[in-house]
């Protein structure tokens, strides 16, 4: 069983800059690809950003250009870097595995304007 930690959300004003960690135990983390998911206010989960086991890499079109995914397997983490931050950008952000169906317990990000 693997089980995600997500961690370094907080209180941003808009235009400014987060970096998420998404921490993970057991050893098949390398091997898989890795979602950052944002659940707002009274909507459904959405993805945000996803890093392949090889590095490739997914955004949102809303979020290109401002958000960067990158992982550290010795570290067993991800991380997601975001920037230029937008109110509609609150929410709690978790992390996935691919074939994973079980979700941490997020980290709350609030963007005020």
């Known amino acids: 069983q693997v089980q995600l930690v997500e961690s370094g959300g907080g209180l941003v004003q808009a235009g400014g800059s987060l970096r998420l960690s998404c921490t993970a135990s057991?050893?098949?983390?390398?091997?898989?690809?890795v979602s950052w998911y944002r659940q707002a206010p009274g909507r459904q989960r959405e993805p945000v950003a996803t890093?392949?086991?090889?590095?490739?890499?997914n955004y949102a079109d809303s979020v290109k250009g401002r958000f960067n995914i990158y992982r550290d397997n010795a570290k067993n983490t991800v991380y997601l870097q975001m920037n230029s931050l937008n109110p509609d950008e609150t929410g709690v952000y978790y992390c996935?595995?691919?074939?994973?169906?079980?979700w941490g317990q997020g980290t709350q990000v609030t963007v005020s304007s």
């Open positions: 996935k595995l691919s074939w994973s169906l079980t």
């Open positions: 057991g050893r098949i983390f390398s091997n898989s690809a």
């Open positions: 890093i392949g086991s090889g590095g490739n890499t």
